[in-house]
């Protein structure tokens, strides 16, 4: 920003004690004064605007650990929105808690200029408004959807040392020898918890969930036998099943997932009625500048969609989207009434 610069007096062109080129060179004078002084309003104008934007380090709100899908997907956008900017940078800040209401909360008042977004998922802003009472944000009112990233399948996870089913219809049949089907969640009121309600209807058998504060404390339910399968997003679930620790027994997209091909769906299997997943995606506080969100949402496309962009999305397990903000909206509301109708199914409320 330059200076300010002392106001300068009008010029008279009355009187003869000032030359014409000394009358001109004054007039250069006090025009640029005048610019000068009118630079910074410029400045912030054009930033309003958009035009500027951005001009100082973004910051993504996630709210769930390090090293789980949502921070590794952060972490990758972040990395490549970064180097379109410039390299401005572009910081990840992991608000775990509460299965990302906390994160939520925040985010949701945040200043809506762009400089604070979330990178949000299913459960904080599909889910959520079926399964709690209160929240501490209105997913519709307090959002305004940017783009959604990418979307994750599920997959059935199994201990090999403990469970000996290698695939869905034998786990089906050695549970139902069994005292129950107990499935680990990572969190109430999760996607994965509400899959598993999905799944027992499925294979026509009650699960009884057991919710885990974090992924490390349910795979270590599930490696412990305290659980006998989990359901995991496939950039969890992949470098477990590729180590051998653990053995998927399908995943629940409409076709198989890049990350583990050999592995079948569950309709597949024959269990046709069977398909869930989630998503993550990139929202900013409400009366954001429309044409900050339209920027945002057109980067954060260029960003995923590119061929480096693409690829390292892929090998984390997930799908690639990149929506328009349109879509991605329109993704939240239809997924809203849909998770609805299965939360109510349970009757589950997390307060």
Not at 337 to 344: M, R
Request: aromatic letters at 8%; hydrophobic letters at 45%.
């Amino acid at each position: 920003m330059k200076p300010l610069v002392p106001h300068t007096p009008a010029l008279s062109t009355a009187g003869p004690q000032y030359s014409t080129p000394r009358r001109a060179l004054l007039a250069a004078t006090a025009l640029a004064a005048a610019a000068s002084l009118a630079a910074p309003w410029g400045a912030a104008h054009a930033q309003a605007a958009g035009g500027a934007y951005p001009n100082k380090p973004v910051r993504i709100i996630v709210g769930f650990p390090a090293g789980t899908g949502p921070d590794i997907v952060a972490r990758l956008l972040a990395q490549k929105l970064s180097e379109g900017w410039g390299n401005l940078g572009v910081i990840v800040d992991n608000k775990p808690g509460a299965g990302g209401l906390i994160a939520a909360g925040e985010a949701a008042r945040a200043a809506p200029d762009g400089y604070t977004l979330m990178l949000g998922e299913t459960g904080q802003l599909s889910i959520a408004p079926s399964s709690y009472n209160k929240l501490p944000y209105d997913p519709a009112k307090d959002f305004t959807a940017v783009s959604q990233v990418v979307t994750s399948d599920f997959v059935l996870l199994v201990n090999p040392q403990k469970v000996p089913s290698r695939n869905v219809k034998e786990f089906v049949d050695w549970t139902k020898q069994q005292k129950g089907l107990f499935l680990a969640t990572f969190g109430a009121g999760t996607p994965g918890h509400f899959g598993a309600f999905m799944f027992g209807d499925a294979v026509k058998l009650k699960p009884e969930p057991v919710h885990y504060k974090n992924t490390s404390d349910a795979l270590g339910g599930l490696f412990s036998g305290d659980v006998q399968g989990v359901f995991a997003s496939v950039g969890l679930a992949a470098p477990n099943v590729k180590a051998g620790k653990l053995v998927a027994l399908g995943s629940t997209g409409a076709t198989r997932t890049n990350a583990l091909p050999d592995v079948p769906t569950i309709k597949e299997q024959g269990y046709a009625n069977l398909e869930f997943s989630s998503w993550f995606g990139i929202v900013a506080p409400a009366k954001t500048p429309p044409e900050i969100v339209a920027k945002l949402s057109a980067d954060i496309v260029k960003a995923v969609q590119s061929p480096e962009g693409k690829a390292k999305m892929e090998e984390a397990g997930f799908r690639v989207t990149g929506t328009s903000q349109q879509e991605f909206a329109r993704i939240i509301a239809a997924d809203t009434v849909t998770w609805g109708k299965a939360v109510a199914a349970t009757g589950f409320k997390a307060d």
